[in-house]
Every structure is written in C-alpha cells, then in structure tokens.
C-alpha cells in the first residue's frame, strides 16, 4: 500500500473538528480549490401539515474530481461511510429511505471504489407531530458526516445544512425542487382524504376554509335529530308549546338565551380542545362523567314520566331554574345540548372538527361558534319568527301524555350511557353502578309520593331528607371511582357484525402494510352513536365477501378510552372526531379514508380499489 493510501486509511479513524457551513477547505490537495463538497438541505413541501409525513433530501454537490462514500461500503473498499446526523425539535420524527445507487471510480491509489460525485440527493422522511401548532415554523438540520476524496488524497468532513419548514392546516408542495424529488411526488397521489393531501397543482384541491365554515354550521343543524340531543329539543320544544301562549318577546328571549348557552357551552370546550390538544367528545372518555349524565337523565326523564314535581312547573330541564319566567332554565337547556352533542360526529361535522384542531386559535374558535349556532338554529328561529311560533297547538290537558312520552328518549339516553359504560368497566363494579342508579331512581319515587302540597310538614320534610339520601348514597355508590384504561391491543381478535377485527396498533398496522397486506381500519368508540350505525353496513353478505375476497385484515381501534396514539393516527388523516374508517391498498402510499357516514355502497366502491 502506497504512502498516500495509508494516509487516506489512517483519516478514516481520526475525529476532525465540524466545520459549521456548507463547504470545506481540503488542505493537502496541489492546487484544490474550496467547496470540495457542499451540502443543502431540501424538502418536497413549503409548508407541512401536523402528523403528515414529507421527504427531505440533502443535496450534496462535489467539485470536479471529487467524490464521497455510500451508506454502507463492502469489505473491501477502504473509505468512511457517508452519514446523516439529524437534529429535529421536539416530536418530529426521521424514517430513513434508500439512497441512491452507488458506482465505481479509481480511488486515490488508482484502486477501484465507489460512491457519489457531481450532485447526489439523499433522501430521508420526516413527519410533523399531529399536535403541531398551525402558523408556526419548524428548523429542519442535518450534519453530513463522510470523507472526500480525489484521486490524491482525502479528508473527513462534517458540513451542516438546514431548512426552514412553515406548518399549516393542508401541506403545500414547493415544485421548485421537482428536481430533487420527481414531477411525481407521494404527496400529489389523489386520495379521497384532501386534509390528508398535499396542495399541488393538478392534484385534488383541499376544501376551502369557507366550505369548511358551511360544514360546520351543517353539522352543527344535524345535531338536532341525533339521538344524543333529540331528548334535550323534545325538553325544549314542550317549554315553547307551553310558553305559546305568553309574551312574544319572552318567547324570543327564550330563544337567545338558550343560543347564549350553547355558544358559552361551545367555547369552553372548544377552548379545552385547542389550549389541549383533545380530540372531540374527550370528556366522554371519563365513567365518571357518562355515570353523571346517565343519573342526570334518569332523575329528569322520572320528572317528565311523572313520578314527581319539582315545584308549579312540571316542563322543562331544570324546572326550578324556570321560577322567573324559564330564562335561566332556557340557558341551562343551551349548556345541556352541548353536553350531549358531543359524541354525535354527524355527517360534514367531521370535516368541520378535522380542520379545527389544526387551525389557529381564532379560525378554530370561529368553526365552534358556528357548529353552536347551527345546533341552536332551529329553536332560535322558533323564538324570533312568532309565525312560527303561533301555528303550535294551544297548551291543553295534551300536554301532559306529550310530556309523559318525551321521557322515554330520555330512559333511552340513559341506558345508551350505561352500554358506553360496559366498555370501561365490567363485573361486579358495573353491577354496583347499575344497583346505585336503582336507588337514585328510588329517591325520586320517595319525594314523589310523599313530599306532597297536601302532606303534612313534617311528613313533606322525612321524605326530602330520604329522598336526598337515597339519591346522594345511589350516586356515590355507584360512582366509578377507578376508571378502566385498557390498551388497543389488550384483547385478541373478536368476531363482530360478520367480520373478525383485530386489535389496532400502529405497529400491527405498518407490519401488515410491510407485507402487502390490505387493511382496514375502523377508528370507533362506544359512546359515539354515528360509529354504532355504520356498523350495520358490516352485516351485508355482499360486504363481506368483498372482505374475504380481497384478503383484507380489519383492525379496530377503540377510542372508547383515552388513547394518544388512536387520537394520534386519526388526526394525521386528517379528522378531529370519530367515526374515522381507512382502507391501505397495497402500492398506494397515501391511504383511502371513507365518508363519516358508511353505506355498503361507498364501502364496496372503496373495497374495489384493490382491483387496480
């Protein structure tokens, strides 16, 4: 080995200073000028959007003569490895892609080797955290690590290189550097999911913020007929056929005080979502929580079947808030609506909420105002236009058979609640539970049937303190003190609706992918009522051939209880709420999410897509 060789080898194991810039000086070379090797840092995309994946590349560039080593060098070649040391802020992740190909040249001795000259992209994948902050900016910095070399000696290099990478609520592709990444990227392939998608010209447009405000509202309107709020606006549509009769004015004044609690309703949670990064209907995740509302229904749908009074008026949520003419009672109908909303991510609401836990703090508040005023709409009409108001029925003795039959959808709502609590907790507690809301309902029947008018004072006292007492110890007793938390992939495969789920985990999900696989995934919860009616497409025969057919494997991933890395796969697709359902076809990066509502139409044209 000649002495320059063994120059050269003796480099390879020598740790030099970094250079902190993009070119380098190569003493020792006769006549080498600088900028032997240079090194830039480019991204496909301008502007990133929180959890979806983009490529960096590091764009080396070589002198004239100059060259450097692959990743990975065979035994016997003498050089260094080329290396990418990555520096991200908090969150972000690097997934390696292959590089480029190697090929041959004379190393400095006249032997042969191989590597990178002239200019070489280097590629690599980032992803953004899913709780990225929109508007803000991210520095993206990479330090090459290798040994560069002419044909009369080499030196080690460390050369850094940056890139600034704005986030933004869709990704926008930088054509500029088409060069580096194809006419062709991974980000302009069409997908069904446009939050998911990258803006590029003659790929599919993303909704616009206006659209996205329409969804809202709509969404919001269709919250009225979901079976979580109808209970609520049957409460309400009784306090106006009562109030018909009154005061327009008052009537109107109903109207916005009850949009006054919506909106306040609205913005103290949509405030939590934002300042907390929560997905939608998070607080539906507690058994604690879903044990008080089931109680809360339980005690009024009893009033309204009447098996008690509270005080002259026996209509209404809270009718003894309702003394002085029902505006406070108006207001708390207003918070109730928006209590029990939440687990209704109706059809063009899941866009809505998608877009809103991406936007910035104005633009996402302004999206669950008008989600607010869209579920108030139909009352608030009520109130201001009286023509409508008039043409209800006169109050009559009718009016207490209505008031007896609304109290079912509110026993209806109750034992909802009780089947969203078995998938938190099961045995014994949950039959405590259940014995605890019997003795709530056993308190009111007490007040009832004996703190009457007619009753003596002392007899209308024993039955309050019993009745009281009965209803504390009943909530008490049943209250979930320890909440079940249990982990997607707890349990096995479950045989469910004609299919064979298995657990989810974003592991499970890349292995499969990895192997060619197809899958399907149906990011659902029990206390979400829309992701109980897609179920039923399941059941179809023809369905469940196209499942068998294909070969898919279908995962669920139950967002019943909290889970970070459930909240954090569906909203890099994109979506704020469940129900989420995404079909990964084999050799198509970017995957297909379907409709929030399913049908076995939309299902099967999905499922067909693996014919191509």
Not at 9 to 19: K, M, T, Y
Not at 38 to 45: I, N, P
Not at 377 to 391: A, D, E, K
Not at 533 to 543: G, I, M
Request: proline letters at 6%.
């Amino acid at each position: 080995m000649n002495t320059r060789r063994l120059f050269a080898s003796l480099l390879v194991f020598l740790a030099a200073p970094a250079v902190q810039a993009q070119s380098i000086d190569l003493p020792g070379l006769d006549d080498a000028p600088k900028a032997k090797v240079t090194a830039k840092l480019l991204a496909e995309v301008s502007s990133a959007a929180p959890g979806v994946a983009f490529r960096v590349a590091v764009k080396l560039e070589h002198a004239q003569g100059a060259h450097t080593y692959g990743k990975v060098l065979p035994p016997e070649i003498i050089g260094k490895p080329t290396k990418l040391i990555w520096t991200l802020p908090e969150g972000w992740k690097m997934d390696e892609l292959p590089w480029p190909a190697v090929h041959p040249f004379k190393g400095v001795d006249g032997s042969q080797s191989e590597g990178y000259d002239s200019i070489v992209f280097l590629p690599a994948k980032i992803t953004p955290p899913a709780n990225a902050a929109i508007g803000t900016k991210a520095e993206l910095q990479v330090k090459v690590d290798g040994l560069v070399c002419d044909d009369k000696s080499c030196m080690p290099f460390k050369v850094d290189a940056k890139v600034s990478i704005a986030i933004a609520a869709q990704a926008v592709t930088d054509t500029a550097q088409s060069s580096a990444f194809g006419s062709s990227t991974a980000t302009e392939k069409k997908t069904t999911d446009t939050n998911a998608a990258v803006t590029t010209s003659g790929a599919a447009a993303p909704p616009t913020f206006l659209f996205v405000m329409f969804s809202a509202f709509l969404g919001g309107l269709i919250l009225n007929i979901m079976p979580c709020v109808f209970p609520v606006l049957g409460i309400k549509i009784v306090s106006i056929v009562q109030q018909a009769g009154e005061d327009r004015k008052q009537v109107v004044m109903h109207g916005l005080i009850y949009t006054l609690g919506i909106l306040l309703s609205f913005w103290a949670l949509g405030g939590l979502v934002v300042a907390l990064g929560k997905g939608w209907g998070f607080q539906l995740q507690s058994a604690g929580f879903n044990y008080a509302l089931a109680a809360f229904f339980l005690i009024f749908g009893l009033n309204m079947a009447g098996i008690f009074e509270i005080g002259a008026s026996a209509v209404g949520v809270g009718s003894n808030l309702q003394m002085k003419h029902g505006l406070s009672g108006s207001f708390f109908s207003g918070l109730l609506a928006t209590l029990v909303s939440t687990p209704c991510s109706a059809p063009f609401l899941g866009t809505a909420l998608g877009f809103a836990v991406k936007l910035p703090a104005p633009q996402a508040m302004l999206l669950f105002t008008l989600i607010g005023l869209g579920l108030a709409s139909p009352f608030l009409l009520l109130s201001i236009f009286p023509s409508l108001v008039s043409v209800l029925p006169r109050p009559g003795a009718w009016m207490e058979s209505f008031k007896q039959g609304m109290s079912f959808l509110l026993f209806g709502t109750v034992f909802f609640m009780l089947w969203v609590l078995t998938g938190m907790i099961e045995g014994l507690p949950l039959l405590i539970l259940m014995l605890g809301l019997v003795l709530v309902a056993f308190g009111c029947w007490v007040y009832g049937r004996w703190s009457l008018p007619h009753k003596p004072a002392r007899t209308r006292l024993i039955a309050v303190v019993l009745a009281l007492a009965a209803i504390v110890g009943g909530l008490y007793l049943g209250w979930p003190h320890v909440e079940k938390q249990p982990g997607t992939a707890e349990h096995g495969a479950k045989f469910e609706n004609g299919l064979l789920w298995e657990p989810w985990s974003a592991a499970k999900v890349q292995e499969l992918t990895a192997a060619g696989k197809p899958v399907y995934i149906d990011f659902t919860a029990k206390w979400c009522w829309t992701c109980q009616v897609n179920k039923r497409v399941y059941t179809d025969p023809r369905l469940q051939e196209l499942f068998k057919k294909y070969g898919i494997v279908t995962l669920k991933a139950d967002y019943t209880n909290e889970d970070d890395a459930i909240k954090q796969a569906f909203t890099a697709l994109g979506r704020g709420a469940v129900p989420v359902n995404v079909l990964y076809i084999p050799g198509v990066k970017e995957p297909h999410v379907l409709p929030e509502i399913l049908t076995v139409d939309n299902v099967s044209e999905a499922l067909k897509k693996l014919e191509k």
